[in-house]
């Protein structure tokens, strides 16, 4: 980075839908931003669709990867500064300095969090060791791997019991293991999961532990009532738990819900002046592409009327 000693109008922290549309607005405003992203790639959980995306407006792409090409193509068009590789470690609420992982700080007038969420994790031994080496990345790409297999899918909503009618097609068994009383998915997918005669329903199960030498061999399965311990021979497992907010940044620095996600007002406000949160991070209730990008246009739009009426160095927020 070469920009140590530059005063930015705006940091913007993660290069998903929500920072690369929130880049855009920036240059179209006037506004002298900076872009960065932790990963070597801009899209953030665009990445991780692998179906064709069908409801953003005017833009059906085949999966997520090219959606993203098609946004950094704009976003590198609009000529505001973009950085990848390069992850916020830090932030200064007062000074409004982002301190980056290679110890350079950015400093800036408004700091945008735009940080995203990560799938949930069980927590448990044996969840790093087979991360690619058994437990699944994605179900739709995975049905040939899991050809004759067996499985387990850990989770009782939508994403879990989706993939659970997918991978049915081809793996020999497959369990579906919830630590709830009842699945919360879809009734379309919970039909088809529940008829189908190589899938076993474990409700009211937690996962413990996951085993094997190289790769996965069994995982250990609690009830989580009566407490009893067996152990399921599987080849593969897919957790689809929920997601977590990217919230380390901010955590104690600006007011956030009970389960981590940032505090905004309509104009992505949080509760410390000049730091904004805008897409999946601030929006447990609809986190979709469109509304990411749609608080990407708000937020600079936000920042540059508050910079108008800049007064003695300090922000004035109307
Ligand atoms: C499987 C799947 C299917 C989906 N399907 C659809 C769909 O069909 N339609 C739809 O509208 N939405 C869909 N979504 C949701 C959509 O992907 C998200 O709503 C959208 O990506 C949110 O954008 P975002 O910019 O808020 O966050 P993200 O896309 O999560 O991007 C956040 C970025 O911030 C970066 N970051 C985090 N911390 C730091 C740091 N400290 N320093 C620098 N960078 C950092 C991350 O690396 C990431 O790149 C789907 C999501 C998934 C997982």
Known sequence: MTVTNQEFDAVIIGGGPAGLSCAIWCKDLGLDAVLIEKNADFGGNLHNIYNPIDNYPGLATANGREMSERFLDHAKRSGTLLRTSCCAVRVDPVSKTVELGDKTNLSSRAIVFATGVRRRKLGVEGEEDFEGRGILRSGSTSV?????????????????????????????????????????????????????????????????????????????????RDKTSRSLSIDHLLIRIGVEPNAELFRGIIKTDNNGYAEVNSRCETSVAGIYAIGDVADPIAPTISSAVGHGAIVAKVIRSSSRSLQNGSFVLR
């Open 144 to 224: 040939d791997l899991v050809a004759g297999k067996t499985v387990a899918i850990v989770g009782g909503g939508d994403a879990a019991l989706e993939n659970a009618v997918m991978l049915s097609k081809t793996a020999a068994k497959l369990y579906v293991i919830h630590r709830g009383d009842r699945l919360s998915a879809r009734s379309q997918f919970i039909d088809i999961a529940t008829t189908a005669p190589n899938v076993t329903i474990l409700l009211g199960h937690k996962v413990t532990s996951i085993n094997g030498s190289g790769s996965i061999e069994s995982i250990d399965v609690e009830n989580v």
